[in-house]
């Protein structure tokens, strides 16, 4: 099963790498599925507004704070180890020691990951993942594409996403189906948990919220992939 | 790489000194304040009277929008904020069209503002080194609020020394431009309706109507 995932991945970071060839991030071509995007931005937003808020806002307020804290923390640490393997692809040696000093500490003395300890003396998230390895890999981010459900991403970020979700993660070498399917559950809800302040944001700042949500993606991810000191952008004339 | 990182701290402070000596060297007849210092000092004077105020805490957004008003927004140069934010097309408006631009473009950025800071309970400020050589008249200020749990966040303020004062022109959330994430918004609106119909639009925005 792993390895058959796995060469999924492989063939597809294949195939990404090769449709993205040449695609330049000029402003006009950044979103060619732009009337499409936007439909699966409606439909999401139909879904989000009918099922999901209502759900996340009963979690947020039945659920205690520091409950949901531990729950956020429980999957930063997977993701800090997913950072690792990231770090170590980008060939960021410091960066790796740092996220592996966060697992370990935090998954010892921090419970599994439920105590956030390595950020209470310091050590920050190196918050690395394959979308960003592509980019630092010279991939460049190819079409912006709207998900629903998932959200924003794009050719780069998705295929990211889809050798994440083929490797499985750390949570996809548990053996029972069931136990891992929860796990899974649950990290969701915690994120969307998590982008509950930033929808009230975006509906009181967007004049269009989904181009509003689409450039401050693209931003943020340009931001990442260039550890957060990005060369100044080339201005419109 | 230890080696650069020890430089790296100790130059970071002595070229702040540095910088602040030019500063107060190269002083008019009346000092002007550095803009990290100045970014530090507005920003500890607003988020004590939103700690300190009952009414905010309260999520009052009417006393924080008079807070900030009297407190920060004088500190900000609307009209380039919006200027940037128009790219190509702030030329083409009038300069009656600009000022309410301006106006309604701070009305947005308020509202969303103080609505953010509604949220502000226990976080706190950590204030970087300035980087910035002797005669640069535009600088960023480095900041990261600290939360209790969590990563930082990382807010940048972009500053342009003016004539009495530094002013901020741009703030980075995360590694979003407040101002730029609203070019392409900003150019949908003109491409349908013209500047008038931007205009309209931010001004219904600012009232309470809904976005699509």
Redesign the interface.
Known sequence: MTVRSRSIGNALVALAASLLAGCAATPSRIDPFEPMNRGMFQIHTAVDEAVMRPAIQMYIDVVPDPVRQAVSNFFNNIDDMVSVVNDLLQGKIDKAGNDMGRVMLNTTWGLGGLVDLASMVGIERGNEDFGQTFGVWGFDQGPYLFVPILGPTTFRDGTGWIVRAAWGGPVGYIPDVAVRNVIYGVGAVDLRAQLMGTTKLVDTAALDRYLFIRNAYLQRRRYLVYDGKPPPEKEEE | ?FVFRSIARCAAPLMLLAAVAIGIASAPARAQEMPDVMVKRVAQDVLATVKADPLIQAGNEARIREVLEAKLLPNFDFARMTALAM??NWRTATPEQQKRLTDEFRG?LV??YS??LT?YRNETVDYKPLRMNPGDTDVTVRTAVVRA????V?IDYSMEKKADAWKCYDVIV????LV???????N??IKNGGVDGLIT??AN?NKGV???
């Open positions: 790489m790219g190509k947005l509202r969303t609505g953010a949220q749990s969590g990563s930082p990382q995360a590694g979003v431009s730029t994430n609203y070019r392409d918004e900003f949908e609106q639009t931010l925005r809904a976005a699509k």
